[in-house]
């Protein structure tokens, strides 16, 4: 099992990342800040105006480590990876499996119901938690929109028809999600998702840890050999990791949706964390960003008993199951590919 990964996250928008020997420095107007050996490293993500050596881009790419740029609101611009590495065979069938539309679908089928029984579930636990404080029916309606989706999931024959359904299940389940924000309603409100940019305080806190969810997926997919741009779902595009996305679907409720509630509810982050832009976008400053990966990184080192391989591992671990059960299906190791359910 593929140990924890140790990630660097930049935060600091003027950090500057260069080389010193075989360690990573980061600098801050010429006054470094802090040096790390590489080879405690997996991976570096920077975000806002952050810049990198040369020479550090070469270190990074012949020790394996990926390193990612973001912008402030966390959005990808840019990725820099050494060799690609891996089973050339297991990645053939991930390619021929990927242009196989029955394939793509029965594949896709369970990462989407994997999705709408882990967002049936965040409902299901608000219902158990305040049915006795408030009227929950509302959330109760959506709950039995999902299970109507769920249902009909089974009968679909086309991508295009599985795409349908989950993009409306997710309007059915984001449109309930305001009801699940408990405390400082007058300062986290959510109407709609909005993605780029994200217009309020809990777009841009869902957007940003969803960044967070797509970078750790990636990195376990390239660690069992798959190609996280070659997917099933989500249609092929250059530069778009696919697979990745496909991936974290079933993961979104379970990892971030609860921990943007938790910080909220528990009011462990508050309004004076963000800033509106001109533009209406919405971005967290500095130490609230930091904040956030604190709880993060606290969030995945919580332990749980995978459902389906009864082994107890740290929560940040799931994306590594998942795409180990994944690469494992594909060389034929398994009937089906088995997706993550929330106990």
């Keep these: ?27 801050v107007e010429q006054e470094k800040k802090l040096q790390l050996p590489i080879h405690t490293l997996e991976g570096i993500v920077t975000f806002g105006r952050s810049g990198a050596s040369p020479s550090l881009m070469n270190l990074c790419a012949k020790n394996g480590v990926g390193l990612s740029f973001h912008n402030e609101h966390g959005k990808f611009l ?25 394939i793509s679908l029965a594949v ?37 929109k999902l299970d109507y989706s769920l249902k009909t999931i089974q009968d679909i024959s086309r991508i295009d028809g599985l795409r349908g359904i989950e993009g409306e299940a997710a309007k059915s389940y984001f449109s309930i999600f305001d009801r699940l924000i408990l405390h400082q309603k007058s300062d986290f409100f959510f109407t709609q998702r909005t993605k780029r940019p994200p ?9 940003f840890l969803y ?12 660690s069992v050999g798959l190609d996280p741009y070659v997917g099933f779902l989500h249609e092929d595009r250059p530069g778009r990791p696919s697979l990745a996305l496909d991936l974290m679907e079933e993961l979104r409720a379970y ?36 904040l956030v990966l604190e709880a993060w990184f606290k969030r995945k080192q919580e332990e749980i008993v995978h459902p389906f391989i009864q082994e ?15 690469a494992r299906y594909i060389r034929g190791d398994m ?9």
């Design 78 to 102: 840019a990725r820099v990876q050494g060799p690609i590495q891996g089973n050339v065979l297991l990645r053939k069938k991930q390619y021929f499996f990927s242009e196989k539309e029955d």
């Design 199 to 207: 217009l309020d305080n809990v777009n841009a806190l869902l957007s």
């Design 255 to 290: 990892l971030v949706d609860r921990l943007v509630l938790s910080l909220i509810n528990r009011k462990q982050i508050n309004a004076k964390s963000f800033i509106k832009k001109e533009n209406g976008a919405v971005v967290m400053e500095q130490d609230a960003r930091k």
């Design 108 to 144: 896709s089928k369970n990462i989407i119901l994997a999705k709408l029984c882990n967002s049936k579930n965040i409902l299901q636990r608000f219902i158990r938690e305040n049915s006795s404080k408030s009227d929950v029916s509302d959330v109760q309606n959506v709950c039995q």
């Design 211 to 222: 960044t967070m969810l797509a970078f750790d997926v990636q990195s376990a997919l390239e």
């Design 312 to 326: 107890k591992i740290k929560i940040g671990l799931i994306p590594y199951v998942q795409s180990l059960l994944l």
């Design 1 to 27: 099992m593929k140990k924890l990964l140790n990630i660097l996250y930049v935060t600091t928008p003027d950090a500057y990342l260069s080389k010193e020997g075989e360690n990573v420095v980061v600098s």
């Design 335 to 343: 009937e089906m590919y088995v997706p993550f359910f929330i106990k």
